[in-house]
């Protein structure tokens, strides 16, 4: 049982366990202060004759892949780990749906499965119909009882244009009692579409899981076939990695500060913030040939070079943006109106962060430090000394703050990296991936860590990919943040989250 | 009843519904431009409306003939406030027939069929809507009643062609139980109008929103006239602070055209900056927490009240 090393971890460790091992090791695991990196199940039947139920925990700079083989004719039953996880509980009831394994947990309600038949298994090899066509009956939501208590069914369509996701309040007047979220209506079959790609062109498919993490997502998946093949990339290429990885942290971070804005009514600072962000991504189509650095990072490099006339331009930029920046946090700093909304609203304290695994920024604002740039730097960040943000009020106005000062931290690292850019090759030839072991990608994105598990068949075509976003962690955590909060402030708490949609649904 | 009277009348509806939604251009223009933006064209709230009525309605299945009356109703109300608030002239046989108290009664009306008509269809939106413009609506009535009464006790008489006519006699004396009235005025005008900080008028956000959530089941025809109506009433409330604490160049009594085209000239330059006005304050200031609007109304309503006590203890003193 191995697993191919992982930049920034010291030690990746893959154990194959009986269910009794399994769950004590993760108990275990869980007592030490180790996070959930994944759970995930793959069809392993035509090579061993099981299935396979992985979990990926993250103890500071060690990671442990604890794996479960179901045999394929015997009962598919694992042990819920949701107890010890609980942001597990949706993971699992994604592979229910997608593989028919099931956990011994209370909740068996499908949750990516919203258009196809119970019994069919779409990641299955020998799945056989076609997924979107029959509707799933209706979706039994927990209602709460009692005088006065109603529902207010919100999405999947909504009235802005905003990605679809269902959101059921219980509701006293305006106080929220209850918010069950129900997700799983973009849900495209990625994970089914990555293996029909070679293995060297899966990062082209990372790169579009979720638009807002393109570099971040094409980067864990080049780090985990990196580590297959056993080649490095050059330095020059890690720092243009992560140059790119840093201006889509800047551009998300700056697209959020103006909606927050905005959906605090305050529109002349989304007018702001789209501005700066729309120069960002102007420049980012000079330096990339895309808006979104879709296609930047490849395996064994970067595609694009940077010259040094653009390296000043890019230099130049960030010299306005840091100008704008300050002014634009002392006016949303020194106004009352919109501080009385962001104050308080939508809190999550330390504790409950702690004991749902919230990760990322939304962690960081929650007195969570875990930062991927700091614990475990790969490089280029093992040499930037990147200084980690985090605050402990957990409410928007924390979640505001640290964006505000991490798009600071990120100004400064790109500043660093065009200062200390190494010369050289941006690209270099990999040999072939091995397919006797899985290989792991992790990169702090800008809402939280992306952890790419890879595996590679005998003939170079991908055998299972697992995308794993830092939405499924915090997404049950924002039914936490906005109770007993009114019905009117969801839409900036849950802005405040800025959760993937895409990235989560797959 | 004069000819000019007829004449003071019939322009007076007219130039509310044509120049309504000019207003309301010319707000979000101002807002746009304010934000940095590039501003939409200024007829746009013409076209929108255009557009609208050139559509096929769409009628939710379990929506009641009141569902669709409510838009016709609620037009009407603001057409007749149009007729009896003198935006133009003084000269208005229907400002006489219906007094302020009126008005207010006639806002009220048009307010609750707006909200049975966003019930009548039974989704959790329409309620929302409705439930919320209630609470607004209840906490601004008596705010506009104390500004009302505020004037009416200067003047005198609840007739508002009485009133303007004897404020504009009085001339431009200082009158501090009228610059708290005025500043009760433009809060209230802010909650009704379901403008910024407590509602917000641009809004995508189906949960935060007050008047919007009660719209949202309008199509076609019937949406038109509801918007029609909206920008209407922020017309309506303009002129009404207009007539009361700023009463230049409006036509009086037994004036011929020319002087009511000096009031719609008058009338055109006080909307323009008004609405600049609204369109700084919006964009200086972020959304209230619904829990907030009560203090806000309440603090309308004090400032009127103090108003009103000023004036009785002005009075007392000169008597």
Same mark, same amino acid.
């Given at each position: 049982m191995d697993l191919a090393p992982v930049p920034g971890f010291t030690t990746a460790r893959r154990q194959r366990l009986d269910a009794n091992a399994w769950i004590d090791q993760l108990a275990q695991a869980r007592a030490a202060g180790a996070r959930l990196g994944a759970l995930w199940a793959s069809d392993a039947r035509a090579t061993e004759g099981v299935f396979r139920v992985c979990v990926v925990v993250q103890q500071s700079r060690a990671l442990d892949w604890l794996e479960l083989a179901l045999p394929a004719g015997g009962p598919?039953?694992?042990?819920?780990?949701?107890?010890?996880?609980?942001?597990?509980?949706?993971?699992?009831?994604?592979?229910?749906?997608?593989?028919?394994?099931?956990?011994?947990?209370?909740?068996?309600?499908?949750?990516l499965r919203h258009a196809w038949p119970e019994g069919l298994f779409p990641l299955r090899a020998d799945a056989a119909g076609t997924v979107g066509e029959s509707p799933t009956g209706p979706y039994?939501?927990?209602?709460?009882?009692?005088?006065?208590?109603?529902?207010?069914?919100?999405?999947?369509?909504?009235?802005?244009?905003?990605?679809?996701?269902?959101?059921?309040?219980?509701?006293?007047?305006e106080k929220v009692l209850r918010l069950e979220e129900r997700l799983g209506y973009v849900h495209k079959g990625i994970e089914k579409r990555f293996e029909s790609f070679p293995a060297t062109e899966g990062q082209r498919l990372a790169a579009r899981v979720s638009g807002d993490s393109a570099a971040g997502f094409s980067w864990a998946y080049c780090m985990a076939l990196e580590g297959l093949c056993g080649g490095e990339p050059p330095p020059r290429a890690l720092y243009l990695r992560a140059l790119a990885l840093e201006r889509e942290r800047l551009a998300n971070?700056?697209?959020?500060?103006?909606?927050?804005?905005?959906?605090?009514?305050?529109?002349?600072?989304?007018?702001?913030?789209?501005?700066?962000?729309?120069?960002?991504?102007?420049t980012n189509a000079e330096i990339y040939g895309h808006r979104y650095p879709m296609d930047e990072v490849v395996p064994g490099g970067v595609m694009h070079d940077l010259s040094s006339a653009a390296a000043g331009l890019v230099l130049r930029e960030l010299d306005a943006l840091t100008a704008q920046l300050a002014r634009l946090d002392a006016i949303y700093t020194d106004h009352p109106g919109l501080q009385d909304r962001f104050v308080g609203a939508g809190r999550v304290s330390p504790e409950l962060a702690a004991r749902l695994g919230l990760a990322g920024l939304a962690g960081r604002a929650s007195g969570q430090a875990f930062d991927l740039r700091t614990d475990c730097p790969a490089p280029p960040y093992d040499r930037l000394e990147v200084r980690m943000v985090t605050r402990n009020e957990g409410d928007v106005a924390a979640r505001v703050?640290?964006?505000?000062?991490?798009?600071?931290?990120?100004?400064?690292?790109?500043?660093?990296?065009?200062?200390?850019?190494?010369?050289?090759?941006?690209?270099?030839?990999?040999?072939?991936?091995?397919?006797?072991?899985?290989?792991?990608?992790?990169?702090?994105?800008?809402?939280?860590?992306?952890?790419?598990?890879?595996?590679?068949?005998?003939?170079?075509?991908?055998?299972?990919?697992?995308?794993?976003?830092?939405?499924?962690?915090?997404?049950?955590?924002?039914?936490?943040?906005?109770?007993?909060?009114?019905?009117?402030?969801?839409?900036?708490?849950?802005?405040?989250?800025?959760?993937?949609?895409?990235?989560?649904?797959? | 009843m004069t000819l000019s009277a007829l004449l003071t009348q019939a322009a007076a509806v007219v130039t509310a519904a044509a120049l309504a939604p000019l207003l309301v251009g010319w707000v979000n223009q101002c807002r746009a431009w304010l934000q940095n933006r590039t501003a939409p064209p200024l007829l746009l709230p013409y076209r929108t409306l255009r557009k609208l009525l050139h559509k096929d309605a769409v009628l939710a299945e379990s929506a009641s003939p009141l569902f669709r009356a409510v838009p016709y109703v609620v037009f009407g109300c603001m057409l007749v406030a149009a007729g009896i608030i003198p935006s133009l002239g003084t000269d208005l046989p229907a400002g006489?027939?219906?007094?302020?108290?009126?008005?207010?009664?006639?806002?009220?009306?048009?307010?609750?069929?707006?909200?049975?008509?966003?019930?009548?269809?039974?989704?959790?939106?329409?309620?929302?809507? /409705?439930?919320?413009?209630?609470?607004?609506?209840? $906490? +601004? @009535?008596? =705010?506009? !009643?104390?500004?009302?009464?505020?004037?009416?006790?200067?003047?005198?008489?609840?007739?508002?062609?009485?009133?303007?006519?004897?404020?504009?006699?009085?001339?431009?004396?200082?009158?501090?139980?009228?610059?708290? /009235?005025?500043?009760?005025?433009?809060?209230?005008? $802010? +909650? @009704?109008? =379901?403008? !910024?900080p407590i509602d917000n008028p641009a809004t995508h956000l189906e949960l935060t929103m007050i008047h919007e959530a009660m719209v949202l089941e309008y199509s076609a025809r019937h949406l038109a006239l509801i918007e029609w109506a909206a920008a209407l009433k922020l017309f309506n409330y303009a002129c009404l602070g207009f007539a009361f604490f700023l009463p230049l160049g409006l036509a009086s009594e037994d004036t011929g055209p020319t002087a009511l085209l000096l009031g719609a000239t008058w009338l055109a330059a006080k909307l323009l900056l008004a609405g600049a006005g609204l369109a700084l304050f919006e964009t200086l200031s972020a959304k209230l927490r619904v829990f907030r609007a009560p203090e806000f109304l309440a603090m309308a309503f004090m400032l009127a009240v103090l108003g009103l006590l000023t004036r009785l203890l002005f009075s007392g003193g000169v008597a």
């Open positions: 598919l039953d694992y042990p819920d780990i949701s107890g010890l996880f609980p942001a597990a509980g949706r993971m699992q009831r994604a592979a229910c749906d997608l593989l028919g394994v099931r956990a011994t947990a209370a909740d068996q309600r499908p949750w039994p939501f927990v209602s709460v009882a009692g005088d006065g208590v109603h529902e207010i069914p919100v999405g999947p369509v909504h009235a802005g244009i905003i990605e679809p996701g269902h959101f059921r309040f219980s509701v006293v007047g971070h700056l697209g959020d500060l103006g909606a927050l804005g905005n959906d605090a009514g305050f529109a002349f600072g989304l007018s702001q913030f789209a501005h700066l962000k729309e120069c960002l991504l102007r703050a640290v964006r505000f000062e991490e798009t600071r931290v990120a100004i400064e690292l790109c500043r660093r990296l065009l200062h200390e850019l190494p010369a050289g090759a941006i690209r270099v030839p990999l040999p072939a991936p091995r397919s006797d072991r899985p290989g792991l990608g992790l990169v702090e994105g800008w809402r939280g860590p992306l952890l790419v598990a890879l595996e590679v068949a005998g003939d170079g075509r991908i055998a299972r990919c697992r995308p794993q976003d830092p939405s499924w962690h915090n997404w049950p955590a924002l039914e936490h943040a906005i109770i007993d909060n009114i019905v009117p402030d969801f839409p900036l708490i849950n802005k405040s989250f800025n959760l993937a949609y895409s990235g989560h649904d797959l | 006489r027939a219906a007094d302020a108290i009126a008005l207010v009664g006639l806002f009220a009306t048009a307010r609750m069929f707006m909200a049975l008509g966003a019930m009548d269809v039974g989704t959790a939106f329409g309620s929302l809507g /409705a439930r919320r413009e209630m609470l607004i609506g209840f $906490l +601004a @009535e008596p =705010a506009l !009643l104390m500004v009302l009464f505020n004037v009416a006790l200067i003047s005198g008489s609840t007739a508002m062609p009485v009133i303007v006519d004897r404020l504009v006699a009085q001339g431009f004396a200082v009158n501090p139980s009228l610059a708290f /009235a005025a500043l009760a005025f433009v809060m209230v005008l $802010l +909650a @009704e109008n =379901a403008r !910024l």
